[in-house]
């Protein structure tokens, strides 16, 4: 079975503004078993919307409208399908003294404009939408002797995707082939997508029962996301359970999440599990480090604070730092980034210290001390590791590569 | 004249991988006066491509399809327009033979299914790449006695946008109508969407020679891009500019950007520009400040770093606040934001010190001090300034708004 998804709006064509509804859509079809062959994206024009749903009349089993329900002349997705079908609009009164309400509750006289959006296409289901004011439509028709299922939904996500998931799922389900959908999502820490694949492909590739995709995350992750059909849950859940033991038994430790957890949220759930706390003391990163575990809710339990220490008076006062050790060593240095980890540890009464410090660019690199070099340190009160990494890309990636280091260093210590 | 892009690649029909490409490409076709008719994504198969192209064909003036120029088998571009058009593909030796110098390069032997890269549709002239492996191809078609422009252009962002810039914007100009394009991107601080749009409309809507949309950016961020079409590029910046010239008015200093620059940009420029320094000390923000402050190049010269205080002692010790304030006020409250300001300032001996503390969910509230309540405050030595206010939104948002109200706080102080 294979789905087009048709967005409409003249803003998804400016270079500012990008239909997102697909991906959703995309993934939720998926699990029913449905591929997506098409997307279409279309401006708000009667003639262009009824050549893109002929042309996907011919091609798709299901069809998807996203937007062009609202009340305004612009919105034209009800008229354009119902025209490509052949069929007609009716009004549907209860919708509209629905929406008559909706705008009464807040005192507002309803612009007779908007009765517009109570038009159905003759032989379609209507789709409450308990989110907005714009109903959703659901229907079948046969064309060149297939059948076809047609769905009109509202383009706003949090419209969209309850009424999909509430609405539409099931409708689909019921007439389309019972089949079973089970995924896993595996992600790698420090390692390079290429190098990745090298390692995963001579496993994956001998398991043509389950679809593997592998995908760069941010910089410093690699994400394995496997998918497997069956006619069971359980006989779909057993193909993915086992591929992805393969996969973990090739990249070992370094597999940090095998449910699509986040880093930072794997860190936070040892963090808590073992009863530790954590200090941060970052130079190049300039926060990223500190931003990257406090985006946990509930991180305050195990996170107590740090220091963003860029100039050298601040390594000394606020983390702790020797002012010898720099002039000895300079501020990049494997002693600098340990003393960073240890002066922040002590000072904060914390389980575990962090220190970065690196060059993240696009200027200050020398020969010895090239962009992209940074030093991360970890202390635990009875020893100091430090890993020397050079990264590559640019200062965005080259930040983000160095707090996925210390994150990792973090993780692998409390394994 | 009306532009489609297909976009080529199964990895674009996952929940996954979504098509960027287009986003440049529409921004550069509407700086030629070419307006974006239709977006198409489609997989891998041969007679998907085919259907698209075809129907791009009836529709379009300006046909671009994006990637599937590798050397795989699922790499069809090439063969499937060649097949829509009715011409030959003819393999030029001329691109084998740098393709094999290529490899050569990197002391590799090609693979022969590589050589499937010279292959060149009839009539179309060859768009060297110089960062890939897969050249480019433009061609003129007539097709039911119209003139399409068609280009064939490799995926990677880095491969497409200076082969785009560079070899197919000349070559479009010389064939489209003479037309000019100026563009304007003001971007306004600490006003909603709905109440920017509300002032501006006014302004914009009496202005039908200049297209306005205006757009949320990041929480606390409101953009107006402004573009105007004339026979002259003077004519057609006057337009804009005197536009834009009444949104400043109408917004004041709430615009804090002219030209597209971020607000961090903005402040690390004024920063500089008065020689001044700046330190920070944030409680819920979690280092998302100094994140943001770092992020801009050259920052290490105005930034001097700061604290990450998320527990009440190191808001003590690392920032310098008195432990009865807090006792007194608790954490979250206008004295301890000015404490933090002024305590990191002294510390550090910066020039401007910000303090951050309020809550930012989703639990930890009250109903005294709710989820959103922050306070950020700038200490000069002289006088400390908090503001109050509670933002709306997950705790993302709520902290992004936090270090937007905090980094505008700069900007006003230094304008």
């Known amino acids: 079975m294979k789905a087009e998804i048709i967005a409409i709006g003249s803003e998804l064509l400016t270079p500012y503004r990008q239909d997102t509804d697909s991906l959703f859509l995309t993934a939720k079809l998926n699990q029913l078993g449905v591929e997506v062959g098409f997307k279409t994206i279309v401006g708000d024009r009667r003639s262009d919307l009824i050549g893109a749903a002929r042309a996907a009349l011919q091609r798709a089993d299901v069809i998807i409208f996203v937007g062009g329900l609202g009340p305004t002349e612009d919105d034209l997705t009800r008229e354009a399908v119902a025209e490509t079908l052949g069929r ?17 509750e807040r005192g507002w006289k309803m612009p007779e404009n908007n009765a517009r959006q109570g038009d159905v296409i003759e032989g379609a289901e209507v789709l409450p939408n308990k989110r907005g004011s714009a109903p959703g439509q659901f229907l079948y028709t046969l064309y060149l002797g297939k059948m076809r299922a047609i769905l009109l939904l509202p383009g706003p996500p949090p419209e969209l995707e309850p009424m999909f998931e509430e609405q539409c799922v099931g409708r689909l389900r019921k007439v389309l082939p019972p089949l079973f ?33 592998i995908l760069a995350g941010t910089p410093g992750e690699v994400q394995l996301h496997l998918r497997a059909q069956a006619d069971s849950q359980e006989a779909a859940q057993k193909k993915v359970d086992s591929l992805a033991s393969a996969l973990e038994e090739e990249f070992d430790d370094a597999v940090f999440s095998a449910q699509g957890e986040s880093l930072e949220q794997i860190v936070g759930y040892y963090l808590e599990m073992r009863g530790a706390t954590l200090a941060v003391a970052e130079s190049c990163t300039g926060g990223l480090m500190a931003e990257r575990v406090t985006s946990v809710p509930g991180s305050s339990r195990y996170f107590l604070g740090g220091a963003v220490v860029y100039s050298n008076e601040l390594k000394v006062s606020l983390a702790g730092v020797k002012a010898s050790i720099i002039k000895e ?14 002066g922040i540890r002590e000072r904060v009464n914390a389980t575990l210290g962090v220190g970065i410090t690196g060059i993240a660019g696009p200027t200050g690199g020398t020969e010895q001390k ?12 009875h020893k100091t590791e430090v890993i020397e990494r050079k990264f590559f890309g640019d200062r965005e990636r080259v930040r983000h590569w160095a707090t996925q280091q210390a994150l990792d260093m973090v993780r692998r210590k409390l394994m």
Chains 1, 2 share one sequence.
């Open 88 to 104: 007609q609009l009716q009004r549907d009164e209860e919708i509209v003294g629905w929406l008559r309400a909706r705008f009464a």
């Open 329 to 342: 060593h300079g501020a990049v240095s494997n002693q600098v980034a340990a003393a960073l980890a240890e």
């Open 181 to 213: 959908i089970a995924t896993r999502e595996l992600k790698i820490a420090m390692i390079g997508e290429s190098l990745a694949d090298k390692r995963a492909a001579p496993i994956y590739s001998k398991r043509t029962d389950v679809e593997t995709t």
């Open 370 to 381: 090239p962009v992209g070099l940074v030093y991360t340190a970890l202390a635990d009160g």
